[in-house]
Every structure is written in structure tokens, then in C-alpha cells.
């Protein structure tokens, strides 16, 4: 059923009680999860298939979605991750060269509940005033249920805080993004171990194309594993869940820290080094998400317009640099900051080589303001190696 001619009823229930119709769109049935907004005016294909916004309903504040169909080229992963999907003005067929099929249909196909003609714009003030919040889409003969019994089923679901969801979506088997395969000539330059949390397709290829061989590893791995690839650094990647359940991530880290290896995390990596820091996370009430997201270099004042998708933050002070509370770690200081609330946004360490932001550098889909620290971790790597070639010279 396209979705021009699904007329069957769908219904979207937040946790507050507030209560929004339209018809399905996609799958039929119910999707439970927590209830965000997307900002972005394009790219919609990448905010669906990235792991990020596993177990969460997502609301595209761009009033018209699906024209440009989908393709596999721009899939961000192995399949949707988002729980739910909520869209206004639902295209009634895809225009574009690119496209392969329907936005609809591959929904319904992977199986993702969907809700079309709701006012978006009503839903994201109301989520602005109230928060994220739990949620569910309920379509075909579940909308027709009494609303009391769907909004139970609502309240029931587990929260996002304490949920740990980066083994769900992390690969279960370790693979490798050759240079060669971006465009690469001559021999890899470096090497990287690439935690898996939830990363998205681009980000090794972005350091693929810069020479880098990438071993994309499972999110349980352990330091074993990482030594096993010989890396001259170490990544995480964004990814979704609390970052206080992220434990053995953590205790991986610290693990990586104290061997002196350069590490460079996004996203859900850049709250892990917090923690590996000793610093706390917390849950934002409304997160940042979207493709327009202003974030400022604290060292230099330049303001860069970032992709982001997450719903905690690191809780580090912003006075300047200051010894973690790790101490072994030496000194940190908050190296960017959210130019809409003052979030932390980003961590580097000023005695060892390590450095993360809160993120998505890889702009897919977003800006490319960013794509500099890919170039930033291979000169950490860099001075690393020279620094490690120097220290064996002077043995000998």
C-alpha cells in the first residue's frame, strides 16, 4: 500500500497523555520508544538507518519527507534503526534519479511503524516544552484500541536512561575499510581500530580516504582484540543508549589510555572518555539532533555547524584545563561547547593523545565543517609514531 492510498488509522501517543491522528504510514501495528525531533531539512534516509536513534520514535520537523525515495548507497548502516517514524506530508511517489523505491515501502518491508499527516510542527513545540518523552505510533487495529489502554502500554515501556543498547546495534563479526577501496593510493599510512557502537557507514570511509586501514571491531571487544589488529589508534563511534551503562567500553579506554595509544571518539566515544576521565553523564531534556547544530572551538572562537544526534552529555567543568579526576590521565579541558545551551561538545586531553567531540564529523548527512578532525587524529597518530620511532632510535 503506497502512501498515498493508505487510508488506514494511526495514532501517536505521548507519555503526557497528548494525543495526535493520522494515518499509517509504513508498517501497520505499534512502535514503542522515546519521542525526538529531527531537525534536519534533508537526509532523512541517514537519520533512519543510523544506530544512534535505535528505540526511538523520530519526528521530522521538515514538513515534506520521501520524495527523493531511498537508494543503498546512502544507507548508513545494515538496516532502519529508528523504532518509529513521523512525518507530515508523506510523498506520494519519490522524483528523483537516484531513487530505488518508495521511502513507504521500505519501511514497511524492515518492518518500522509509521505515522503520516500529523502536525510535526505540533508535535516538536510540544516535545520543546515538555522533553523527550516515552511514546508510541499505533496503527491499522491498534489505533483503533481505547486511547487509555494505548497510553498504559506507553507509561510501561522501559526509559532510555539505563538502557544499554550499543551491543544491540554493534556488528557481531569484525570487518576492514581498506584505503584502497576509497581512493587511496600506495601503501596505509595508518591504522585503526574502530570500536563499533553504533558507527555509521561513512565514518571509516572518511578515514579510509585519508590512507587509514580500519578494523571496525564489535562493541564488547577487548583490549586483546584491539592490540590484535595493531593499531597506531584507537576509535569509538557514536552510538545509542546511556552512556552509564557503557562500562566495559569504559574499562576498554582506560585500558587504551594507559598504553599511551591515540584515541579520537564521537558521540557516544566522547562520553565514554568522559567516563573514562572519571567525569559523570547525564540525560538532556530535549537533546540535539539534527544537521544544524552550532558548536564553537573554545581555542580559536570559530563557529562550525555540526550534524548531531544524542540525548546525553558529559559533565565536565568549562573553566579551563584541569586535572582529571583521573588523575593518571593528567590535565583535560572542554575543547567545545554548544553554542545553544552550553553542552559540552567536545574533550582533549593535554598529557596524552586523546581528544573526542559530541558530534558526527563524517556529514552524512550534514555539514563538512568538521571533517577537519579526521585530519586532526591522523596527526595525532603521526606524532605518536615519530615520537615512538624516536624513543627506539635512542635505545639502540
Request: glycine share 10%.
Amino acid at each position: 500500500m503506497s502512501a498515498q492510498t493508505n487510508t488506514e488509522p494511526a495514532v501517536l501517543v505521548l507519555e503526557d497523555g497528548r494525543v495526535f491522528r493520522g494515518t499509517g504510514y509504513g508498517a501497520l501495528g505499534t512502535a514503542l520508544g522515546e519521542a525526538v525531533f529531527a531537525t534536519g531539512m534533508t537526509g532523512y534516509q541517514e537519520t533512519i538507518t543510523d544506530p544512534s536513534y535505535a528505540r526511538q520514535l523520530v519526528v521530522q520537523t521538515a514538513p515534506h519527507i520521501g520524495n527523493t525515495g531511498v537508494n543503498r548507497a546512502d544507507a548508513e548502516s545494515r538496516r532502519i534503526w529508528v523504532a518509529g517514524y513521523i512525518v507530515r506530508d508523506a510523498a506520494r511517489r519519490p522524483s528523483n534519479w537516484r531513487s530505488e523505491r518508495p521511502l513507504d515501502e521500505e519501511l514497511a518491508e524492515q518492518g518500522i511503524v509509521g505515522i503520516q499527516g500529523v502536525d510535526t510542527r505540533a508535535v516538536t513545540r510540544h516535545l520543546r516544552e515538555r522533553g523527550a518523552m516515552k511514546a508510541g505510533v499505533f496503527s491499522g487495529d491498534d489505533a483503533r484500541r481505547p486511547e487509555d489502554r494505548l497510553l498504559e502500554e506507553v507509561r510501561a515501556q522501559a526509559p532510555m536512561e539505563g538502557s544499554r543498547l550499543a551491543e544491540e546495534v554493534s556488528v557481531d563479526t569484525a570487518y576492514t575499510v581498506e584505503p584502497a577501496d576509497r581512493g587511496w593510493v600506495g601503501e596505509p599510512l595508518f591504522t585503526v581500530a574502530a570500536i563499533d557502537l553504533g558507527i555509521k557507514a561513512m565514518t571509516p570511509h572518511r578515514l579510509a580516504e585519508r590512507g587509514v586501514r580500519v578494523h571496525v571491531l564489535p562493541a564488547t571487544s577487548t583490549i586483546d582484540d584491539v592490540l590484535a589488529v595493531g593499531p597506531d589508534g584507537v576509535f569509538m563511534s557514536n552510538g545509542p543508549g546511556d552512556p552509564a551503562t557503557a562500562d566495559t567500553q569504559v574499562h576498554l579506554l582506560r585500558e587504551v589510555l594507559d598504553r599511551g595509544v591515540p584515541f579520537f571518539g564521537i558521540c557516544f566515544g566522547n562520553q565514554i572518555l568522559g567516563r573514562a576521565l572519571g567525569f559523570g553523564t547525564y540525560k538532556l531534556r530535549y537533546g540535539h539532533r539534527g544537521i544544524n547544530q552550532p558548536v564553537m572551538d573554545r581555542a580559536t572562537g570559530k563557529v562550525e555547524i555540526t550534524s548531531q544526534n544524542h540525548g546525553f552529555a558529559v559533565d565536565a567543568p568549562r573553566g579551563g584545563a584541569e586535572t582529571a579526576p583521573e588523575a593518571r590521565f593528567g590535565r583535560v579541558e572542554v575543547s567545545h561547547v554548544s553554542l545553544n545551551d552550553d553542552v559540552v561538545e567536545g574533550l582533549r586531553c593535554l598529557d596524552i593523545p586523546a581528544f573526542s567531540v559530541q558530534y558526527h564529523p563524517e556529514a552524512a548527512s550534514g555539514p563538512h565543517d568538521s571533517a577537519y578532525l579526521f585530519d586532526r587524529f591522523i596527526d595525532v597518530m603521526a606524532r605518536a609514531k615519530s615520537g615512538a620511532a624516536s624513543d627506539s632510535k635512542e635505545e639502540k
